[in-house]
Each structure stands twice: as structure tokens, then as C-alpha cells.
């Protein structure tokens, strides 16, 4: 009889995929997301495994790739993270003709994917509507030139993509419409607005000759008004597009993003503090993280903090594009950007690091690194809590924060720095690496770390048995299903091996309950 259960047991756990039980289904919906940006801009991005893994607080579907979710994908994104916002990129300043291109950038830029970036942007019908009855849309310069951008592979060549005339009502109201459609018709959670600074001399304009110049809008030519009215445009547009949104129960919640630093300098003095109020964005990503390698850094940080804490997601989008970084460098610069990033963390904030890592001595070009697993990784495995204060910089300049349950320390000099650290201490990234009260820390030039308290690092889930598919204790899933099911029916000493989850030396029907009450979390 004993038999006869367990071959039917066994037939069981073979032919079925382990279901998640009604608790580990209140888990997933519930289940926060973690501080990370997620980027979508080709087919292959879109795994929704990774996705479910990494929770990132948003993904952002950048389709250059030519690659755009559908409704269909966001919903299946929101299936496996269902917290995280989807948001769509889209240049906030110009209109593109998709038919205009006739030639074509990198080989890894499929012809049709230029096109579907274009197409994505302004559709085909909406191009032609625009140039047929609404060329008023379109900036020129004092000589009647359509203005268009200097840099973009397919998109710098004159008629494709076209500088907008932002302060053109009839502009403002057809992209507003364009944003109420990609929330209530594709379902995506709002629009991440990029080239949207705060003055038209960061973006980089040329006209038909290939020669820097300016749009003329009512009679405003010199460079010194342009650079005033560009900005109120902008925050014209900003306003009314979030207008629209509010007056409609289906949009009211909808996100706008903007791309609105470059770099420190944008936002160094208060016009461009307050252009971050006039605008009044849900978010902003900052794409100036090179400067942390820089005498820019405390002003980086600064510039974080005060976003961050004012209720906007800040995202620090550390892409470093121009080195190329051996292994145990990388991991130095990548422990500097978080520790860095977190002296300025708050619950809203985001990251994304983007290294480029020799694959051996001789490399010179380097293989780009996203360090998304490690992110999420850190923050499963350690339990920082809340923070405690602002960061903090000590008289030999090294600057500190204090969470419940952790402590963030980082050297942004070119020199070595100490730190005393005032009780028992494990390192973050390193757990297996402990300091006693009284030690003495050595942080190499432009490091970083994050000490944690020894009860704060949680005890990973007994029923995770392999780590395929998830962060190390952080999820039960079918793979450990499939361990189980292979380990089924084997004896020993008890807790001899992952599968005897209930220590009682039997991988048996015991430990298939434990893990199918655990599933999914």
C-alpha cells in the first residue's frame, strides 16, 4: 500500500506544474518592487522571467530597437511584477516623417527597426496629416529652414525627424491626445519624455546646411530670449498635456517623465530648480553619473537628494560609455555608483548601472555589463531599512548614511580614507567579510560600501532549493519544483541534503507541501 502512494504520488509531482497556493498569489500581487529601471527596445528585452525576478519599479520601452510592447506584453508584464509602471519613450520635442529615411545607422539598427523607432514616435497617417495641414507644427530658423537634430544615425539626415514648434497650441493638444492614447488604448502607464531641458542650447539643432541654428517663434530670433521662451514653452506643454490627463478618470494617474538633466550645470542654479516645479514631472532621469568620477560628485548627489525627497523618482542612468573596465575594477565602480546612490536614496528613487568590462587583457572595446540581477540581489538579501538622516561628511572626507539597519560609507577622493565603524558590522556585497566595534575600514580612492547589522540580512527560504530563476533565497519557483521531484523519495541524516526541507531525514510528502505553500514567493 505504502507503494502503491508513493508511485502516485511521484506520478503526480511529474505530471503537474506546481500551482501557486492562494497565499503565495496574495504575495506576488502584493509584492513591492525593487529600486530599478528596466529598459525594453528590443524583442529579446522583453523577458518576463528577468521581470518577474528583478520587480523594477519601472520599465522603460525605449523602442530605438524599433521594438514596442503591445497591450497584450504589458499585461503580461503586470502578470509578473504587478506593481512595476510601464512607461513608452517618446521625444518630446520633435515629429518624425518614417517615410523620409534613406539611410540607415549601425548594422545592429535593422532598416525596419529605424523605421518602427519613427513610426512609434508618429505614425505614417499622422505624419502625412501634419505635413499636409499643419507645417505650422514644425520649427524653422529666421530663413525659413526646418530646423532638425544634429546627432541619431538615420534621424540626422534632413526630412526625418523634425524640431516641433513646442509653443504651437495646435502642437500641445495633438501630443497631449498621443499621450491619452498610449494609456487608455496600448496600456501603458504614462510617457517618459526625453530631450525636454530646461533651455534650447542643450539640445543641439541644426538646419538644412548642417549648421547650428535657431527657431523663430512670434518674432523671438536672439538667443538670449530663446533660451527664456524655450523654457516657458516647455512648461506650457508640460502643463497642459498633464491637464488633459487629470480631467479624464482614465488617465488621471497617468505618468509623465522627463529627461530634464544633461548634466549637473542644468540644474546647479535655481532656474533650474524651479523648472523641475513649473514642470512638476513624476520623474526625471539623470544621465550625468560620469561625473562621478569627478569633483562633480558631492554636487551629483546633492542634486539626487533633493529630487528624490521631494517626491520625484530620480534614476540615475550610470552609463559609461567611453571605459572599459577590468573584472575587479568594474566591481569597485559598481559598489561606488550604488554606495553613492544610496547616500541620496529615497522609497521613490531608481537606478540603472551600465558597465563596459574587458573580457581579457587585450580587449579594448569591452562588453557592456548591466548590473541588474546584482541590484536586485542586494537589495533581497539585505534588509537596509529606512533611512535614518541626510548623509553625512566626516573631517577626513568621508561621507556617511545612516539606515535602521545598515550604514552606507563612500570615498568620492583620489585617495585612501578610514572609517571607525561603532558596532559589529557585515559587509553587503560581501557577507562572508565582518568588522567588530572599533575596526578600522580602509576605502581605496572613489569606493563605497554598505555595512550591514548582523540580524538584518534575511534567512533565505528553506524551500529555495536551487538558485536558477531567482536571486539567491528569494524565490520558490519550478525549478525547485523539478529538484524535488528528482530528490523525491531519498533518506539520510537529516537535513542532509536542500531537499529535506523539514529536517527529518526524508525528502518526502512533507517537504512537497512545504514547498507548494511557499510557491511563487
Known amino acids: 500500500m505504502k507503494k502503491i502512494l508513493f508511485l502516485l504520488l511521484f ?77 513608452l519613450y517618446r521625444s518630446g520635442v520633435e515629429l518624425f516623417n518614417p517615410t523620409g529615411i534613406t539611410q540607415y545607422g549601425p548594422i545592429e539598427w535593422a532598416t525596419t527597426g529605424e523605421q518602427a523607432f519613427a513610426e512609434s514616435q508618429t505614425s505614417t497617417a499622422d505624419w502625412q496629416d501634419i505635413w499636409q495641414n499643419h507645417k505650422n507644427w514644425l520649427a524653422k530658423d529666421k530663413n525659413g529652414k526646418y530646423i532638425h537634430r544634429q546627432d541619431g544615425w538615420a534621424f540626422a539626415q534632413p526630412g526625418v525627424a523634425y524640431l516641433a514648434n513646442i509653443g504651437n497650441p495646435g502642437y500641445q493638444q495633438w501630443l497631449a491626445d498621443w499621450v491619452k492614447e498610449k494609456i487608455t488604448v496600448d496600456g501603458f502607464d504614462g510617457v517618459y519624455f526625453d530631450l525636454m531641458y530646461p533651455g534650447y542650447f542643450n539640445g ?38 498633464r491637464s488633459k ?52 560628485w558631492e554636487d551629483g548627489v546633492k542634486l539626487l537628494n533633493n529630487i528624490s525627497k521631494n517626491g520625484l523618482y530620480s534614476v540615475p542612468l550610470a552609463n559609461i560609455h567611453d571605459k572599459v573596465w577590468s573584472q575587479d575594477e568594474a566591481q569597485r565602480v559598481y559598489q561606488f555608483y550604488l554606495s553613492s546612490f544610496l547616500l541620496a536614496y529615497h522609497n521613490n528613487s531608481a537606478l540603472r548601472i551600465r558597465l563596459k568590462i574587458k573580457q581579457n587583457a587585450g580587449d579594448t572595446k569591452g562588453k557592456p555589463k548591466y548590473y541588474l540581477t546584482e541590484i536586485a540581489d542586494f537589495f533581497t538579501t539585505n534588509n537596509l531599512g529606512q ?26 577622493s583620489n585617495q585612501n580614507k578610514t572609517f571607525i565603524v561603532d558596532q559589529k558590522y557585515i559587509n553587503a556585497f560581501f557577507h562572508d567579510l565582518s568588522y567588530v566595534a572599533g575596526a578600522s575600514i580602509t576605502l581605496p580612492p572613489q569606493s563605497g ?63 512537497y507541501n512545504i514547498l507548494v505553500g511557499a510557491f511563487g514567493e
Open 11 to 87: 506520478t503526480l509531482i511529474s505530471l503537474v506544474s506546481f500551482p501557486m497556493s492562494r497565499s503565495a498569489q496574495i504575495h506576488a500581487q502584493s509584492s513591492p518592487t525593487l529600486p530599478i529601471m528596466y529598459r525594453i527596445s528590443y524583442r529579446g528585452d522583453n523577458n518576463l522571467d528577468k521581470i518577474g525576478r528583478l520587480k523594477p519599479k519601472y520599465v522603460n520601452n525605449h523602442p530605438f530597437g524599433g521594438y514596442k510592447l503591445s497591450r497584450a506584453e504589458i499585461a503580461e508584464i503586470k502578470r509578473v511584477s504587478p506593481n512595476t509602471k510601464v512607461i
Open 204 to 241: 543641439g539643432w541644426r538646419c538644412f546646411d548642417y549648421k547650428p541654428c535657431f527657431p523663430v517663434y512670434n518674432g523671438i530670433s536672439t538667443s538670449q530670449q530663446l533660451e527664456s521662451q524655450w523654457r516657458t514653452w516647455e512648461i506650457r506643454l508640460v502643463t497642459h498635456i
Open 245 to 296: 490627463l487629470k480631467k479624464d478618470p482614465a488617465t488621471e494617474n497617468g505618468i509623465i517623465f522627463l529627461n530634464a538633466i544633461l548634466g549637473i550645470t542644468d540644474f546647479k542654479d535655481q532656474n533650474g530648480i524651479q523648472y523641475l516645479k513649473d514642470t512638476n514631472p513624476d520623474g526625471i532621469t539623470f544621465d550625468g553619473w560620469r561625473i562621478m568620477e569627478t569633483d562633480q
Open 387 to 412: 533611512p535614518q538622516a541626510e548623509y553625512a561628511k566626516s573631517s577626513n572626507g568621508v561621507y556617511s548614511r545612516a539606515f535602521t539597519n545598515s550604514l552606507v560609507v563612500v570615498n568620492p
Open 449 to 511: 560600501t554598505v555595512l550591514i547589522k548582523p540580524n538584518a540580512i534575511p534567512s533565505p527560504n528553506p524551500a529555495d532549493l536551487v538558485d536558477t530563476g531567482d536571486t539567491s533565497g528569494d524565490q520558490v519557483n519550478q525549478y525547485d519544483a523539478n529538484q524535488l521531484k528528482a530528490d523525491f523519495g531519498k533518506t539520510g541524516v537529516a537535513g542532509w541534503i536542500k531537499a529535506d526541507i523539514n529536517d527529518d531525514g526524508q525528502v518526502n510528502i512533507f517537504d
